[in-house]
């Protein structure tokens, strides 16, 4: 039978055996910990590595292979003068892919058909909403792998500036063209069905496509039904000239499309020749300019009238 110093020996090895077995468990569980942990962070910076790596290519891309320009033109906003520009660098925009007519046009450009909107309503397919060409449309494809561009201007100088246009331009002058009232008796025939249209939610009336589309608010050309923007590049009139060039910069072509300084983006000519202006409306057509055009004050930045007599007297 054991003696009792025996007895305790045994105990005591057992125990120094047995702590040693949980050290070594625990640090081989704490060395697999940390490199789980090592390789954990490793994988991580890989990951981080691949993402990096694929946004800088990325970024590549985009900066080599940039997307072709092209123009859409808000009746009113300049935008002839913007056509002739590219036309005399040999550049086709906008109504040069479609008419025949214009003799300025690069002559190698492929005509496309007119959009089938234009075939119902008379509307020249240039002057389209990009939302509303369809997609199995001829018309369609000339705005196809394009990042488009166009030119919003204030919605009262915009009208007044289709107003004189029209009297003049178009022939339809007479000695009373510079009344308030001739102005304002037009202003109620025209926006009186636009208004009409817009608040039964009829964008493929023949009242919102009036005067080959002279009328159509300026937002249902660079948003799309869903309030998604559809033109990248909105510049703006009254600044045209700074906006135009330094987007060309952009795309290297401010060298090539070179826009006529005679274009006045600060003024209309119905200020040059000291004809009517926005104080000439009447307060009810005021009211009914600020109805039809209301996502293009809001949109775009610009002031209702009354809004800026605000402004003016703070």
Not at 52 to 62: D, L, P, V, Y
Not at 79 to 106: Q, R
Not at 273 to 301: H, W
């Amino acid at each position: 039978m054991p003696t009792v110093p025996r007895l305790k020996t045994a105990f005591f090895v057992g125990m120094v055996m047995s702590c040693a077995i949980k050290v070594f468990v625990t640090t081989t569980s704490k060395l697999h910990q940390n490199q789980n942990e090592a390789a954990n962070k490793n994988i991580d910076k890989k990951r981080m590595f691949v993402t990096t790596t694929s946004k800088a290519h990325h970024n590549q891309n985009e900066a080599t292979n940039k997307k072709r320009l092209e123009f859409i033109h808000i009746p009113k906003t300049g935008g002839s003068a913007i056509e002739y520009a590219a036309a005399m660098a040999n550049v086709t925009w906008s109504v040069c892919h479609f008419d025949l007519k214009k003799k300025w046009c690069p002559s190698s450009q492929k005509k496309r058909s007119p959009a089938k909107v234009h075939r119902v309503h008379r509307i020249s397919a240039f002057h389209v909403p990009p939302a509303l060409l369809e997609p199995d449309d001829d018309a369609t494809k000339y705005i196809d792998d394009a990042e488009l561009f166009t030119v919003v201007r204030d919605p009262y100088d915009r009208l007044l500036s289709h107003y004189y246009y029209i009297k003049r331009i178009m022939k339809q002058a007479d000695s009373n063209v510079n009344d308030p009232d001739k102005l304002n008796s037009w202003i109620k025939k025209k926006l009186s069905p636009m208004a009409e249209a817009l608040k039964n939610k009829k964008p493929n009336s023949t009242s919102y496509f009036q005067s080959d589309g002279h009328f159509i608010p300026q937002y249902d050309y660079v948003f799309d039904y869903h309030g998604e923007q559809v033109i990248k590049h909105v510049l703006r009139f009254e600044r045209l000239h700074v906006d135009f060039e330094s987007l060309m910069k952009k795309y290297n072509l401010s060298d090539t499309i070179i826009l006529s300084k005679t274009v006045n983006g600060k003024q209309g000519k119905h200020t040059r020749n000291k004809g009517l202006a926005v104080p000439n409306i009447t307060i009810e057509n005021m009211r009914k300019i600020d109805l039809v055009y209301s996502n293009d004050f809001e949109a775009f930045g610009y002031n209702k009238y009354e809004e800026g007599l605000k402004l003016q007297s703070l």
